[in-house]
């Protein structure tokens, strides 16, 4: 476990950031450094590993945010200073939670869709019924979010979609590529955790679940 492996590169005076691509990094990484000051975060970033030790910036993108909820302390506005002499576009906000589910609500149903269908994100939306079945992974994970009192904007279910379309056609997703070469996929943090925190809140998400279902039979058992 990556965790146990920092262990002995953390000390009281550590901060601790993650960059993972699920909702719940910093609730996984505060429950096992509970005295350390973990912050919210998430990076847009289009890369590819080529070969080991190689790793292929692809896009033009290359933004980070981190922060935590309603604070911008004086140790983090260092921080992004620090970052940004370092030539990396980043970005301290209070409203990171809202920053973190606009990506999430982005990331999740385009890897599960992809990976479900095995297809490219312009395949999927030129079908009836994929492109369907990816408005309600969509939908599925705006509702989670209402519910759980994370304010993103009411029309981003629209506008994720919309930025979906914008994608090159043959787009699929890190978690696609992974699933086809026969590598650990990341089902835990962006699907089993959406079906999961929606039943805890009263809510279904059935197309999720469906998908899950396929992808790793068994996982609720």
């Known amino acids: 476990m990556i965790l146990q492996q920092l262990t002995p590169c953390v000390d009281s005076s550590t901060i601790i950031l993650p960059l993972l691509n ?13 005295f350390n ?6 990076v847009y970033l289009v890369s590819r590993k080529v070969e ?35 030539n990396i576009q980043a970005a301290c906000t209070p409203v990171i939670e809202q920053v973190v589910w606009e990506k999430f609500l982005f990331v999740s149903p385009i890897a599960t869709a992809t990976t479900f269908y095995n297809d490219s994100i312009g395949n999927i939306l030129s079908n009836v ?10 939908k599925e994970i705006h509702a989670l979010a209402d519910a759980k009192g994370i304010r993103v904007p009411a ?11 914008a994608l090159p056609y043959d787009t699929t997703s890190s978690m ?7 590598h650990t996929i990341e089902w835990k943090s962006l699907m089993e955790y959406v079906i ?24 609720d058992a």
């Open 196 to 219: 999961v925190q929606s039943r805890l809140v009263g809510l279904e998400a059935p197309i999720c679940t469906i998908m899950l279902n396929h992808l790793v039979p068994g996982w």
């Open 176 to 182: 696609q590529a992974d699933y086809v070469q026969g």
């Open 52 to 86: 080991d030790g190689v790793i292929e910036n692809s896009g033009n993108v290359e933004s980070l945010f981190f922060g935590i909820p309603l604070q911008r302390s004086a140790r983090l506005i260092e921080l992004e200073s620090i970052f940004k002499k370092a």
């Open 155 to 165: 029309d981003l279910a629209d506008r994720t979609i919309a930025r979906l379309g």
């Open 129 to 138: 019924d994929k492109r369907s079945a990816l408005l309600q992974l969509v």
């Open 37 to 42: 000051t973990v912050l919210h975060g998430c």
């Open 22 to 34: 699920g909702a719940d990094s910093f609730d996984r990484v505060q429950h096992y450094f509970p």
